[in-house]
């Protein structure tokens, strides 16, 4: 694999951080994930527009211009050997002695990487994942694609303790989002899901479903969901650029509706997929 780190292109094993680096000190950086089908950057400008929204929260300048980026990211994939890559950048502060106040005037570390990209298989597809309900006891900002994801790790690890793959998370008895997917729930023949807020990162696939939503005149909503609505949710649904569309099929063990994906799953669903195809057949970029 070739990564990107502070200005050259390496071999992974070859990529290397001073331990003050305040990612490693302190998670202070943030990152993005985007997936790459058939060497194209799946909505490239807005996964651009959401790291510098990150950057800018806390407060460090973007270490490169949008055309950088782009350029960056296309070195990346052309230098890998997968077609379908999920790709990661990460920004951090930078290296300084260790002192909690944002120093400044520090050069940021950016660090690029890409691994083969594998969507869920049919199969899972298929049957749909089990997921927990559990408490959201994450920080107010989720907001940011912060690198610090130590709360979201332990959600995810708990609902694995139970043999699920996803939390879903509940604040203040309301929906916020899945440890890493957002959520959207079928009620009544309506499609539901959270208003965009400082208490779930605003997902890139979740942009897009409500686009194909939208497009489709299919009912839907985004308001506040209620705990109680997810539990008698007829389906229950996580996107994430990894994940796609998933339905999940379980919740907290006991079927969602009839116990496997459902029929505004299975509009939707090849609705996500032509969306994508259109993408590959476009131009990749230079
Ligand atoms: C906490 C969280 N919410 C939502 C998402 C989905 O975001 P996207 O659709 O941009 O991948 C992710 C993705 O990793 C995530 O970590």
């Known amino acids: ?22 990612g490693f000190i302190f998670g202070d950086g943030v990152y993005e994930v985007i997936p790459v089908y058939s060497r194209h950057a799946f909505r490239l400008p807005e996964h651009l527009a959401r790291l510098e929204t990150s950057l800018a929260a ?30 990661y950048l990460q920004v951090t502060r930078g290296v300084a002695p260790r002192e909690h106040l944002f120093p400044k005037g520090l050069v940021p570390t950016v660090f690029i990487m890409t691994n083969e990209l594998v969507t869920p298989p049919r199969q899972v597809v298929d049957a749909g994942i089990p ?46 989002e899945g440890a890493a997917t957002n959520i959207f729930v079928v ?21 897009v479903v409500l686009e194909i939503l939208q497009a489709n005149g299919i009912g839907h909503a985004v308001r506040p969901v209620t705990e109680a609505e997810v539990r008698a949710a007829e389906e229950i649904w996580c996107t994430s650029s990894g ?34 195809a259109k993408v590959m057949r476009a131009p990749a970029h230079a």
């Open 243 to 276: 994940k796609e569309v998933l339905a999940v099929t379980t919740l907290d063990g006991r079927p969602v509706g009839a116990g496997k994906p459902g029929p505004m799953f299975h509009r939707v669903y090849p609705l996500y997929q032509e969306f994508k």
């Open 187 to 207: 009620r009544g023949g309506t499609v539901l899901t959270p208003p965009k807020s400082h208490l779930m990162l605003p997902g890139i696939t979740y942009d």
């Open 58 to 87: 806390i407060r460090i300048d973007n270490p490169h211009s949008r055309a950088e980026w782009t350029a960056l990211i296309a070195r990346i994939i052309a230098a890998n050997p997968w077609d379908d890559q999920g790709l």
């Open 1 to 22: 694999m070739t990564v990107y780190l502070n200005g050259e292109f390496m071999p992974l094993e070859e990529a290397k951080i001073p331990v003050l680096d305040r």
């Open 131 to 176: 997921a927990m309900l559990l408490p959201d006891f994450r920080w107010l900002r989720c907001d940011i694609k912060a690198v610090s994801l130590l709360g979201n790790c332990m959600l995810r690890t708990l609902a694995a303790d139970q043999g699920a793959a996803e939390a879903i998370l509940v604040r203040d008895g309301f929906l916020t």
